[in-house]
């Protein structure tokens, strides 16, 4: 049964700081690994999707990479800012199926 | 598009009753999910449809919960008779299978509320 962990479960840092968020699962036979932002009382957003086959995907200052032999993925921020703060969810793919991590809580500072 | 829809947003009802959430999904997704959250077990998947079918429905909790989908732009997930337990966030969402290698896209959630 594929387990999906986050590490850290929260996180506080000042305006401005480059951040890392980590990500890793048991079953490294995945379809493809989503990244979703979720807002307090909100519904998820997709940020990335980074399919089996691919290392990384980037989108502004957000970049995902995925390593599947070991089991992880990141989620690097660039130049954090209030607005990133937010609950991140990282989510597995055995092709249909999604399988959520429990999350990493950010809070940006200004 | 709009996006997928939810309704209603919020539920409050009391236990016993039978509760009704609706989902519309992305026009043209082949594929329809729905997920329930809660502080205690994260997101989890109760059941899926593909082209209206049901696909796998192994995390639908007990009888009580059913799910259809007639056609392929709306879904309804039933609870009947609700209990305090089902209190939760319930999410539809959809993809589509030829696009973005299944992306799934959320809505905004109904929010459950079993007293």
């Known amino acids: 049964k594929q387990e999906v962990t986050q590490i850290p479960a929260a996180l506080s840092v000042p305006e401005g700081e480059n951040l890392v968020l980590n990500c890793s699962f048991t079953d490294s036979a995945i379809y493809n690994l989503q990244w979703f932002r979720q807002d307090p009382g909100k519904g998820l957003t997709s940020l990335l999707l980074i399919q089996s086959s691919q290392r990384e995907q980037t989108s502004g200052r957000l970049n995902a990479s995925l390593d599947k032999s070991s089991g992880r993925s990141t989620l690097y921020i660039a130049a954090s800012q209030p607005g990133d703060s937010a609950t991140y969810l990282c989510a597995v793919s055995g092709f249909q199926k999604l399988v959520f991590g429990t999350g990493t809580r950010l809070l940006v500072s200004p | 598009d709009a996006g997928v829809i939810q309704s209603p947003r919020h539920e409050v009802t009391e236990m016993g009753q039978e509760v009704t959430l609706r989902c519309k999904p992305i026009?043209?997704?082949?594929?329809l999910f729905w997920y329930r959250q809660t502080m205690m077990r994260g997101l989890e998947l109760l059941i899926y449809f593909n082209n209206n079918v049901p696909i796998d429905d192994s995390g639908m909790p007990e009888d009580r919960f059913s799910a259809k989908m007639p056609n392929a732009s709306f879904s309804t997930l039933k609870i009947q008779p609700s209990e305090p337990r089902d209190s939760a966030v319930y999410f539809c969402?959809?993809?589509?299978?030829?696009?973005?290698?299944?992306?799934?896209?959320f809505g905004p959630g109904t929010r459950l509320t079993v007293l």
């Open positions: 969402a959809s993809s589509l299978l030829a696009e973005r290698y299944n992306e799934q896209f």
């Open positions: 026009s043209g997704h082949d594929y």
